[in-house]
């Protein structure tokens, strides 16, 4: 059946194509307009909430509570100086901010180690490691909160900045050693022979010879590591007290405690947001490589 | 993986080492420690000393829970409903796009935002959107000269609407994926059927969708655990809401836990939560390992 369809065409497709080659090209030309037209929708779908949430936070509650959305208005700040000097935001924005950074410091540095090993040696239980690492990739957090809020409570790490440290370097191993054995082995082998010919030992070989070469891998993995531990919320919800609460965290406590203050919560809401927007504009390429990981080859 | 003899003895094994510890000590302990806590009666907030050890008790309980049931039968219509239309859309706009066109760069570039942001703000954002006083969607569906609704709070709707924001947020997901998919295709099978005289709707079904099956499953598992994971969209717009209508099962572990303080029956939803998972993880690596491996 799938041959016949294609088949039956192939007589007669040539010469109809010759015929038909003028009104083609300008119904081809409409195709082409309806297709941008598609394609200015979908961005608009994309970015007007987005735009909906940052406009919202430079907007008085009056403003906001106008009839209609107003597109157009004086802008104020004060929804950002309250959240950020009132509702103590700059010490959960300080939070993240330290949770993001040493996690994904510390995920890069052991995710690349193990990565080195799976790639480029023969071991006994590698396979276990690697399927294992594989599994483990897909554990969802609800899973994992009552348990390590029992245990991170006996082991005193509930409530410290170190235990979601801890918890998101173990959340985003998996990913980033998925991400990081796809660029080492693209390395040829022939750099690092010549290393140990150099008489280099492997350690040297991986910070000097394997970190450099595998930089947009490792800009892909640190990127989505800061963006885990930057967005998480569930554990960092049961796992934080009221100081060493992150921003997730923080903005939905107060959106629960307040209801409907929606100019101090949009502007809680573009703060958390920052990052990823900047990121999105200044990194596309490699998002994508790292979305795409492992999923599509080329 | 050329030299395998290059370094030899414990070297592998102290590379591995920190990785192993840490996934050991934040993922697979934790998860045995869930299974030893279902056996027990322990109310949050309480010494560990008070719990009590009751057997199955928990697992019995939950086997009766219309509160479990429904938040199983609530992850499984959301998962069916978001993933089968982000499915839809997102091959549907990569086969559209698929072709440069101008400004493909920045709208692929708009779409990771959606990806990218905290789920917590996707649910803040949406809750603000469907909002019965001053949602951008009340004010649409006016100017349309429909009556407005309050979305998030009416039986029927609210479901929807959280179907919605998953599919406002994971289409691009798809998109990307199928994008990088057909850009990676090879060349000769599609030129081949448009010599033959292949239409393009042809060419689309019977050679580009068959070669792209891979990638399409691996993106719909993906995109299927993913959905069984979340839970920050429906704790922000709805917490589960109107009544459990709302409640997946993620929602469903946290509330028994720290609302109804029973951890013992927590444990036991997570078990659940991980049986699902863990059978659709071995369904994805069965499909994407063969892709993997092949470097």
Redesign the interface.
Known sequence: MKDDSITLKSGGGKESRIEKSRPKSSSREAWKAGKSIFLLILAFVYLIPVIVLILTSFKTQIQIMEKGFGWFFMPTLMNYTNVLLEQGFLRYMTNSLIVGLVSTFVTLLIGGFASYALVRFNFFGKGTISFGTLLLRMIPPAVLVVPIYVLWSYFGLADTLLGLVIIYVGLNLPFTIWVLISFIADVPVELEEAAVVDGCGPWKIFFTVILPLIKPGLAAAAIFTFRIAWNEFILALVLTNRLTRTLPVATTIYLTDTGVEWGNITAMGTLVALPAIIFTFLAAKQLIAGLTAGAVKG | ????G??RGI???L??A???L??A???????I??FE?SFYDWSLGTP?ESRKYIGWENFAWAWHDPALFNSIKVTLIFTAFAVAAELFLGLL?AF??EKG?????????????????????VG???R??F?A??G?IN?IVALFGFEPKAWLGTPGLALPAVIITDI?QWT??MF??FL??L??LPKDPVEA?QV????TW?VIR?VKIPLLAP?IW??VL?RI?DA??S??VM??MT?GGPGRETEV???N??KT??MSQR?GL??VN?IF??AF??L??IA??MI?RP??S??
Do not use: H
């Open positions: 993986m050329g030299n395998k290059l370094f070297t592998p094994y590379f591995v920190p990785a192993v840490v996934l000590f934040t993922c697979l302990y934790p998860v420690k869930g806590l560990i706009i559209l796009l066109i101008r400004g493909i760069v920045l709208l692929r570039t708009v779409f990771i935002i959606p990806i990218m942001i905290a789920p917590v703000v803040l954002l949406w603000y959107l909002d006083n001053f951008l004010y406002w691009p997901f990307i994926l990088a998919g850009q990676s059927a033959d005289g292949a239409t042809q019977q990638v691996v993106a993906l655990i069984f994971r839970l920050e704790f922000i917490f099962l993620s929602l572990i946290y836990a720290f951890l927590a444990a997570s939560l991980l998972i863990l659709l993880s994805f690596l994407a892709a993997l092949k470097k």
